[in-house]
């Protein structure tokens, strides 16, 4: 069964105070892994996929890097308006179910 | 917008009432997904379709729990007999035929009590 872990669980940063998360998964063949920002009582947001080990993609603040085991969420000079839960998800073998770590919750300070 | 749009957002309900809860996808996507999600987790899957087939149903998705997209636009989900334990935000996400990108909408806030 695919297994998707987020650490940590909360971190709470200084605007400016660059940082990184954690997603370590274990799925039968990656298909691709997403990130996905989300705020309180809404929908997650869509923000990256990556698809071979060695690949980054950036967006504004965000840059987004995976190896065979783990990606990272890299957030540079972060400002409050980065506060929210970041997810990583990975996708079944059926290419359609997602597969959700619990996520990552920051927390920007001005 | 021509996002996901999901109605309504909120829903207080008393324990053993019926609750329905629409979702409309991006136009072009063909695929439509259902999680659920509560608080401090991840969203779990429920199920799925393509187009207006109901390919995979999830273990989490009791016989209490329905869910039908006719004529492959718009998607229900219908809890009958609602338990505390429904209480959760439940999420409609949808795709592109060959895209793994799942977009979702703002979710519907259920609460049973």
């Known amino acids: 069964e695919d297994q998707v872990t987020q650490s940590p669980e909360a971190l709470r940063l200084q605007e400016g105070e660059s940082s990184s998360l954690n997603c370590s998964y274990t799925v039968s063949g990656l298909r691709g892994l997403f990130w996905y920002r989300q705020d309180p009582g809404k929908g997650p947001e869509f923000l990256f996929t990556?698809?071979?080990a060695g690949e980054e993609k950036e967006k504004e603040r965000l840059k987004a890097t995976l190896t065979k085991k783990e990606s990272f969420l890299h957030i540079t000079a972060p400002k409050p308006e980065d506060s929210a839960t970041y997810l990583c998800a990975v996708p079944g073998s059926n290419d359609y179910k997602l597969s959700f770590g619990a996520g990552t919750t920051v927390t920007v300070r001005a | 917008d021509t996002g996901v749009s999901q109605d309504p957002r909120h829903k207080i309900t008393k324990r053993g009432q019926n609750v329905t809860f629409r979702c409309d996808p991006i136009s072009e996507h063909n695929r439509l997904y259902w999680y659920r999600q509560t608080l401090g987790q991840g969203p779990e899957f429920l199920t799925y379709?393509?187009?207006?087939?109901?390919?995979?149903k999830s273990r989490l998705l009791s016989d209490r729990f329905s869910a039908e997209r006719p004529k492959g636009s718009f998607s229900t989900l219908e809890i009958q007999r609602t338990e505390q334990g429904d209480s959760a935000m439940y999420l409609c996400?949808?795709?592109?035929?060959?895209?793994?990108?799942?977009?979702f909408g703002p979710g519907t806030r259920l609460t049973v009590l």
């Open positions: 379709f393509q187009n207006e087939a109901q390919l995979e």
């Open positions: 990556l698809y071979s």
């Open positions: 996400a949808s795709s592109l035929l060959f895209g793994n990108e799942q977009f």
